[in-house]
């Protein structure tokens, strides 16, 4: 089991700490290195809770075996860092998210209108999935798939750094 979940941690190059190194390594280091870049996601508030959330999709979404569960697993942790049922109620979840995120993730007016529209696509096989019961994927789809690990990844990332900065 150790060497399956040290798989998936060597995927999550997001985070900005030394990789994983299990033969001999510094653990000591690494586990410092980690404990402080992860230390605002275990305040004992919403934020910090919705984080360790999201966070536990996404890990639950790469270490899956069924690529279109793994899909709606990566949604669900966009869904619970990002969502509000009571705005998505009026504007619709998908636009919610899509809009949060683009504005959370872009530099430029021009990338943001890039990833609100490919959030959009991304959003739509979700519903195609969910409200019709898909159960493999297109070529196309499996591309969006990367993107939306990539969207995750950003956004967790996007707001622990919101949360060490408002820690001081």
Not at 78 to 90: A, M, N, P, Q
Not at 125 to 145: N, P, W, Y
Request: hydrophobic fraction near 45%; glycine fraction near 8%.
């Amino acid at each position: 089991m150790g060497a399956e979940y040290s798989a998936v941690f060597e995927q999550l190059d997001w985070l900005d700490v030394p990789p994983v190194q299990p033969d001999g390594g510094d653990w000591a280091g690494w586990d410092l290195s980690v404990a402080t870049h992860l230390a605002a996601a275990f305040a004992e508030d919403d934020y910090g809770l919705r984080l360790r959330r999201s966070a536990q999709w996404l890990f639950d979404s790469y270490a899956g075996s069924n690529d279109v569960l793994k899909f709606i697993q990566a949604m669900v942790s966009i869904e619970t860092l990002l969502g509000d049922k009571g705005i998505s109620d009026v504007i619709g979840l998908g636009e919610l998210l899509a809009n949060r995120s683009a504005y959370a993730l872009a530099e430029t007016h021009k990338e943001r209108e890039l990833l609100l529209a490919e959030f959009k696509k991304i959003y739509a096989t979700r519903s195609q999935i969910v409200h019709g019961g898909r159960t493999l994927f297109t070529d196309r789809e499996a591309k969006q798939f990367h993107g939306l690990h990539w969207f995750c990844t950003r956004l967790i990332d996007a707001e622990l750094k919101l949360m060490r900065n408002a820690a001081g």
